[in-house]
């Protein structure tokens, strides 16, 4: 997908499959950081079991622990997403 066909998933909780087949759920952020080397398509990933621990995190401020809770995944990879309700 690219950034505009994704930009209804951004930062909601989704399930998502990647072209390898492999499916994830979770939110996917766009962290903004913009450098040359790193793909416009490369976005931040929480999984659903790891999201209460990264809230936490987030509300203690605990930026490290909230680096370490989340992945990287790569939007032009996926093929098919969808809401989570």
């Known amino acids: 997908m690219?950034?505009?066909?994704?930009?209804?998933?951004?930062?909601?909780?989704?399930?998502?499959?990647?072209?390898?087949?492999?499916?994830l759920s979770g939110v996917v952020v766009n962290t903004l950081d913009v450098k040359p080397q790193r793909s416009a398509t490369l976005y931040a990933f929480i999984s659903t079991n790891q999201m209460i621990d990264w809230k936490q995190a987030e509300k203690d401020h605990d930026s490290q622990k909230m680096k370490d809770l989340q992945g990287e995944v790569d939007i032009g990879n996926i093929i098919w997403a969808e809401r989570i309700k």
């Open 2 to 23: 690219t950034p505009i066909e994704f930009s209804s998933f951004h930062n909601y909780h989704i399930r998502f499959r990647m072209k390898d087949g492999t499916e």
